[in-house]
């Protein structure tokens, strides 16, 4: 199983052998410091694969390389940052 995640404009979407299996969406501030991850979906055909965890990774690490902060509306985005308190520096 094959699986990579790239960006989008308005999301993170996580590919398993091509085919996309789930996205981050996200909005990013006006100022373009702050991104507001505020929606988490894995297809149904996917799920308890565990994609939502290198989705969820790949995207707040790129999201710091770009040097932004995060507000985390999304339940499962809040979830992983407070589980992995080395995320907890991107909050805004």
Do not use: W
């Amino acid at each position: 199983m094959a699986q990579s995640v790239r960006k989008k404009i308005d999301r993170f979407v996580i590919e398993v052998d091509g085919q996309e299996a789930g996205f981050a969406a996200f909005v990013d501030s006006p100022e373009g410091d702050v991104r507001d991850f505020n929606h988490t979906v894995v297809d149904s055909d996917f799920r308890g694969q565990g994609l939502s965890r290198p989705l969820i990774t790949e995207a707040l690490d790129a999201t710091h390389e770009e040097g932004m902060k995060i507000k985390a509306t999304c339940s499962a985005v809040a979830g992983f940052v407070e589980k992995n308190p080395e995320y907890q520096d991107l909050l805004a």
